[in-house]
Nanobody, 121 residues
Framework: VQLQASGGGLVQAGGSLTLSCAAS????????MGWFRQAPGKEREFVAR????????TYRDSVKGRFTISRDNARNMVYLQMNSLKPEDTAIYYC???????????????WGQGTLVTVSS
């Protein structure tokens, strides 16, 4: 499975961005997907995950109510809609995939290359 993340950029605090992740080379509609991020000098952390049918999502507390993960199985895509962005959301964002929901962690089987999100104050 190959993952390609895109959509990062520079945005002012309070603004919005939508990240996209395109998957290829596998059975996308059986993969559990997630987004992670790594800020400069920090460990990579979980942001959000979604089941393969899209009926269940989980988020880290600091993004609840601001970020929304979604997927389009017909297009092999997963998205992260980010609203009310804060400077502390600045990081490289990675999409990841696993064959179980509990596998969508820093040890997930498949990773994209990352896309940089910079939020200015």
């Amino acid at each position: 499975v190959q993952l390609q993340a895109s959509g990062g950029g520079l945005v002012q605090a309070g603004g919005s961005l939508t990240l996209s992740c395109a998957a290829s080379g596998g059975t996308f509609n059986r993969l559990y997907m997630g987004w992670f991020r790594q800020a400069p000098g920090k460990e990579r952390e979980f942001v959000a995950r979604i089941t393969w049918r899209g009926e269940h999502t989980t988020y880290r507390d600091s993004v609840k109510g601001r970020f929304t993960i979604s997927r389009d199985n017909a297009r092999n895509m997963v998205y992260l809609q980010m609203n009310s962005l804060k400077p502390e959301d600045t990081a490289i964002y990675y999409c990841a995939a696993a064959t179980t929901m509990s596998g969508v962690t820093n040890r997930a089987q498949y990773w994209g290359q990352g896309t940089l999100v910079t939020v200015s104050s």
